[in-house]
């Protein structure tokens, strides 16, 4: 017999600063409630179990049917070793805590769980205003500590959240600057990935690496000190223009992979603080620059999620699915 859909579900989005946990009504599956919400700072536990058993204590919530938890990192197994902490965990321990089912899904499976929820006003245009093809495959991608995407696919009524590491695909420069960089990044990690530059310790990388093809000391250790500098040092500047033409670059192969027609949503951390830098133009414009096919992607439009909980949402919309 299969197991019947809950009703409310525990839902969780697991970053290195905070675990955030809520509840979520799953009786309207396409649209579930978010409830409850609490922000828990990861540093006051020693593991994801210690930190949900403090929301179900502080919450006075006994522990529902099903929980469905975002981590940054690879679920194998249902395990998980999380990127940006030291806990590791299984949907078994988990379902020990009381849960019927527990499960663990990559953040940005998450996010593409909750594409098809979001509302107009929970997103930012990215580019031109192009209408998203309905029914259509969704993917995103996003900036933070790493590099994520993922896509949502719809068929026959039907939606599958897809996982992915795209943030380990190769980089493929496009111009001379750019195979400059390959050739120093490459000297200091082998194989270049997209994530060793469309992130936040990438953003540092790339920064360090135009300023050895200036032949100028690096001045700038952290993504905030460089993109703070945009506006009076012209390395600074040159780099966060450069992230913005690959991420570009690196999002319109994304859609051509997953025939994204829906849309390209952008998340992550970094993204957002880089949303204006994003809007001005060399993004757009390499995320089109597709040779035989620009013609397709120039027809994709790019959103930013705006939405604060979109991945609670997405495991909500697992739950319900389930």
């Known amino acids: 017999m299969a197991a019947m859909k809950p009703e409310i579900a525990l839902v969780g989005d697991i970053g290195g600063t905070n675990a955030r946990f809520a509840l979520a009504d799953c009786s309207n599956p396409t649209h579930p409630n978010i409830h409850a919400l609490e922000h828990l700072p990861s540093a006051d536990y020693e593991s994801l179990e210690a930190a949900i058993s403090a929301y179900l204590k502080k919450t ?9 938890l975002a981590v940054a990192g690879p679920v194998s197994n249902g395990e998980v070793t999380l990127t940006n902490l ?4 299984s949907e078994r321990a988990l379902a020990k805590l009381g849960f019927g089912r527990a499960h663990l899904v990559n953040d940005f499976r998450a996010l593409a769980a909750a594409a098809d929820s979001l509302h107009d006003d929970d997103l930012e245009l ?7 093809a309905k029914d259509a495959t969704i993917a995103i991608a996003g900036a933070g500590t790493g590099f994520g995407c993922s896509a949502l696919v719809k068929t026959r009524g039907k939606f599958i959240a897809l996982a992915g590491e795209g943030g380990h695909i190769g980089f493929s420069p496009e111009d001379d600057t750019e195979i400059e960089i390959l050739k120093i990044l490459s000297r200091r990690f082998g194989r270049v990935s ?5 992130s936040g310790p990438g953003l540092v990388n790339l920064y360090g690496a135009l300023c050895e093809i200036e ?3 690096a001045e700038f250790d952290e993504p905030p000190q460089i993109i703070d500098a945009v506006d009076k040092n012209k390395i600074a500047h040159a780099a966060v223009e ?3 033409a690959i991420f570009g670059a690196t999002a319109g192969d994304i859609a051509l992979a997953f025939g994204a027609r829906g849309g390209v949503l952008i998340a ?11 809007k001005a133009g060399s993004f757009r414009a390499r995320f089109e620059g597709k040779g035989r096919l620009s013609h397709l992607v120039r027809e994709i439009p790019t959103h930013m999620i705006r939405h604060e909980e979109a991945a609670l949402l997405g495991c909500a919309r697992l739950a319900a699915e389930d």
Do not use: H, Q
């Open 126 to 132: 990215i580019g031109p205003d192009l209408a998203r």
């Open 215 to 217: 032949g100028v000391k």
């Open 86 to 89: 030291s806990w590791k965990t």
């Open 242 to 244: 450069r992230f913005c």
């Open 60 to 68: 006075g919530t006994e522990p529902p049917p099903v929980a469905v």
């Open 268 to 278: 992550g951390g970094l993204s957002e603080a880089m949303t204006k830098f994003l």
């Open 194 to 198: 997209i994530e060793r530059i469309v």
